[in-house]
């Protein structure tokens, strides 16, 4: 069959009027209702446990669609993305046939797609009728676009644009934007900020604010060309939007305990199984508002305090010891700032130092050691996989025999190394384990002896939660963030395990809790005292890049940290002078809240108190200073001290070898005043009936690293009178004071009684 050429002309030309009329027919017909309706997203609420609102949200980004009439909305705003996006937009129609031809042949002539020609009629189409991003979506979208526009007017058609438009973070339009980046809203930007939204309509999420500060600076400085261009911003308007911050000030927040609902939303999503996802929805979460704003001044203080010292980030975490509810969650002193602002130290592991010694001790007392169980503070060599290992204390001393109690109290290295050399590496993880530290994740041998000091990475709410362990005797629990579970609800058995035994539990706490037993460390009148029972514990990693600082009372947990996220040292801040006190003040802000309540004495699990010799830790003997120690049944000691009358107690091999090497000289040196008062004796080999006990003679003193010069002083003591008719004279002057301030020199020391006179004593203070 033979088709003429008019046929074919008919056939092409009939195909060409159908899709006209069809074209015409799919333009003219009206638009659904639902289509332009403003969007109704459901808003998912946190609020903390009291009801405070803490952050509206629909994403785990924090932000949600806010619709606003344009009419409402800053008249700068609007003219930034039309500049922007479609500077012809109000000459042409719903496409601009100018700029796709142009499109085309620069299309044409590169070979690939490198301008789409789109409008903000186009765009929108695209908005509300996603099509791919191809050529054949390309002719739907422009289909649509002309649809629009024969239905919408020009600015019913921006309306729609400005509210649909995605801004990075999950903001839905100009008015979500604006909240999120700037705490503002539409109504009023500047232009900086107009621009900068502008801007990120070609690539919101990888050029957001929150993103990449330095990249958003680039998008608005080019939107800011671009309005220049157009006239609706004139140079000196640009010179001063490139010097406004690309995020709101600090003070300018767009929710609420930050660090705490970005991970609310990233453990509960949009709050599936809890209500949410049908028309809006309430969650109550763990968290005391009151509190949480208390933390924050006070990490922010902190940072402020120590930034001289090379401090410029801390965080804090505070637990309800019973129910295991976050009561506040502070992860960096700004949440705003820029990128690093929200890492978040709460949940970021890093090493603790000292911090999991109680676990260790814990540990050593279920298998049989007492706070009475002496130590060796003394040079030692352990042989590991990775060569010699010369564990040091960090006021580079050496303290000799001490006490288990002494020990943990004052933080001494060598000790703790001792007991984890004694009990295995192995065994002090399997602890730490069940103590929650999951981010221990390396095997034993890879920590080796240092897992004792904490020479693997942990995070603050682990530890935090670990120690609440030790004050819900010895019992592992979880965390909570949701306060939607009944309060008085136990978590169930597969959810809890035993860490170490109540016995245990308790005479960590007790040893923790013992001023005179961290006196040796870390001196008197610390911010580590406080006026309600309260176990507290610091710890410093290697170069001091990380302080940490832990308190556990019967009623509530804190634990703080303080150092650089990028690792950098701080120069020589402690755990006692950096984070001891945050986590001081952050108690204190607790226990105006929550009752703390009363540790669990030893006593209420089984323990009973013996009295024994200070330096030897066995049964008190004539002539030995005497302490009274908790002891497990069965773990008292059954000798009597004979040392001191004679010899009936020899010492080990090892502390004869370090006291014929010097030990006892250094002993002295390091100003431990645990020895027995009989060592000082008369010319005639008897103790005098009205002598100094404390300083001995030829005693030598430096002052601790870390500790304030108001904190380093030595006890003044006389035995032979009664203490309230005593007198001193230091260096021939009468004092009051009946302690002794560590000052450099050569001090001569005597005491008189009822008109008796003590011998004369002679100390040194190094400088």
Known sequence: MIVSRRGIALTVLGGVAVCAAATAAFIAWPLPRALTAPIAQPALTLTDRDGVVLRTTRA????????????EMDAKLIAAFVAVEDRRYFSHGAVDWRAVARAAYHDARAGRVVSGASTIAMQTARLLHPTPRMIPGKVVQALWALRLGAHLSKQEMLEQYLNRIQLGQGAVG???????????????????????????????????PLVSPRRAQGRRARALARMQGAGVASAQDVALAAEEPVLAAASAQRFLAPHFTTRFLAEYGDGSGGGAGEGDAAIRTSLDYALENDVELEVKRTVLDLRERGVEQ??????????????????????????????????????????LKPFLYGLAFDRGFT?????????HTYQTSTGPYHPRNYDRRFHGPVRARTALGSSYNIPAIELAQQLGAGSLLQTLHLAGFASLRESADYYGLGLALGNGDVSLLELANGYRSLANGGVWMPVTIDARVTRTERPSRSESHRVMTPLAAALVLDILADPVARAPGF????????????????????H?????????????????????????PMDGVSGVTGAGPLMHRVVMHAAERYEPGALPSPASVGAAQAEVCALSGLLVADGCSSLTEWFAPGTAPTVHDNWHRGGGVTLP????????????????????????????????????????????NGDRYGVPPGVEARFATIALRAEGADARTVHWFVDGRPTSANRLALVAGTHVIRASASGAQSDEVRVAVER
């Open 314 to 355: 801390a965080a804090a975490v505070v637990l309800d010891n019973r129910t295991g509810e976050v009561l506040a969650w502070v992860g960096s002193p700004n949440f705003w700032a820029d990128t690093s602002g929200q890492t978040d130290m709460v949940i970021s592991p890093r090493q603790p130092g000292s911090a």
């Open 174 to 208: 100009v008015e979500s934007g604006a909240s999120l980046y700037f705490g503002a809203t539409a109504r009023e930007v500047s232009v900086g900020q107009a621009a900068m939204l502008a801007g990120l309509a070609h690539a919101p999420s990888a050029d957001n």
């Open 653 to 696: 091999a090892e502390y004869a070898e370090w006291r014929s090497q010097g030990g006892d000289a250094m002993l002295a040196a390091a100003g431990d005043s645990t020895l027995p008062a009989t060592h000082v004796a008369s010319s005639s080999g008897r103790a005098p009936s009205f002598h100094i006990s404390s300083p001995r």
């Open 544 to 568: 001091f890049t990380d302080n940490w600082a832990v308190a556990t009372t019967a009623a509530f947990t804190v634990a703080v940290w303080v150092g650089n996220f990028n690792g950098r």
């Open 371 to 379: 706070p009475a169980s002496i130590l060796a503070d003394i040079p």
């Open 60 to 71: 785990a980004d924090g932000s949600r669609a806010r619709w606003m009439p344009i009419g």
């Open 523 to 542: 001196g008197i009148e610390s911010a580590l005292e406080f006026p309600f029972p309260a176990a507290v514990k610091t710890g410093t990693s290697r």
